[in-house]
Nanobody, 113 residues
Framework: QAQLVESGGGLVQPGGSLRLSCAVS????????MGWYRQAPGKQRELVAR???????NYADAVKGRFTISRDNDKKTVALQMNSLKPEDTAVYYC???????WGKGTLVTVSS
């Protein structure tokens, strides 16, 4: 059974940084494209960033230039470095594995002064 466990969320002031991590087990990680999604209160879940098995990345327009997704195939982790955070980045952030469509339980990021 695949498991995805997110960590690293918390409260940060506008302009600050956070690094989210997703630890993956129970599946073949290195062939899977991985994504970070977020869901703000009252809004639909949206793709934030995606990284393919070969390391190609794409980002939502709202986070381009501020967020960076990366992966470590040896450690079976995927990270999301978030810089210059804005209040509108406040959401629950979820890790997703495309093959099998597995999801973590999410980690809350709150950007507020």
């Amino acid at each position: 059974q695949a498991q995805l466990v997110e960590s690293g969320g918390g409260l940060v002031q506008p302009g600050g940084s956070l690094r989210l991590s997703c630890a993956v087990s129970g599946m073949i990680f290195n062939i899977n494209s991985m994504g970070w999604y977020r869901q703000a209160p009252g809004k639909q879940r949206e793709l934030v960033a995606r990284i393919t098995s070969r390391g190609s990345t794409n980002y939502a327009d709202a986070v381009k230039g501020r967020f960076t997704i990366s992966r470590d195939n040896d450690k079976k982790t995927v990270a999301l470095q978030m810089n210059s955070l804005k209040p509108e980045d406040t959401a629950v952030y979820y890790c997703n594995a495309e093959i099998g469509n597995y999801w973590g339980k999410g980690t809350l990021v709150t950007v507020s002064s």
